[in-house]
């Protein structure tokens, strides 16, 4: 695909790789899925495709190097999330903070100016996670961290005084 390894999310272009006898069953889906790829998508795949790959490494080691300081950071705040595997953002448990993820994600956006997403944009039916992405420089999401650090301590704070 696009999305991840040519950092084209939401280009809404793919490929079709298979053996010739698999092709003619998988070409109405592949047709359906990708009707609306505009020109442009089209040139930029393209483009992505017969271009130089190495940069491709280079952002696979940076992703690595802020997930790598990101994971040690929520285990400071208490998070617990699992393992990230090919993508840049870390589903993370909010559940101790005493609040559901949407509202989580409002009041940390409302008194520290972060954005983060609730799992439920992302299908998730469970209200305790959130979606922090490593797509931002280290230090910005250092700093997002320390607000969210801040953030969190005072919601957990609230959260264990309000079950007492």
């Known amino acids: 695909g696009f999305s991840k390894p040519y950092s084209m999310t939401g280009w809404r272009v793919g490929y079709l790789a298979a053996p010739k006898d698999l092709v003619h069953?998988?070409?109405?889906?592949?047709?359906?899925?990708?009707?609306?790829?505009?020109?442009?998508?089209?040139?930029?795949?393209?483009?992505?495709?017969?271009?130089?790959?190495?940069?491709?490494?280079?952002m696979i080691d940076e992703y690595a190097k802020r997930r790598a300081w990101l994971m040690p950071a929520l285990d400071d705040i208490g998070f617990t999330y699992g393992h990230p595997g090919g993508a840049f953002y870390i589903y993370t448990n909010v559940s101790s903070s005493g609040m559901p993820s949407p509202d989580f994600c409002l009041q940390l956006l409302q008194d520290t100016g972060v954005m983060l997403f609730p799992g439920t944009m992302f299908g998730d039916e469970s209200t305790d996670y959130i979606r922090i992405s490593y797509l931002q420089p280290l230090p910005m999401i250092q700093e997002a961290i320390d607000r969210i650090s801040s953030f969190s301590a005072r919601a957990q704070a609230e959260a264990e005084r309000a079950r007492q």
């Open 25 to 58: 069953m998988l070409i109405e889906p592949r047709h359906t899925l990708s009707i609306n790829a505009c020109t442009m998508s089209q040139h930029a795949a393209l483009a992505a495709l017969t271009g130089p790959q190495e940069p491709i490494d280079a």
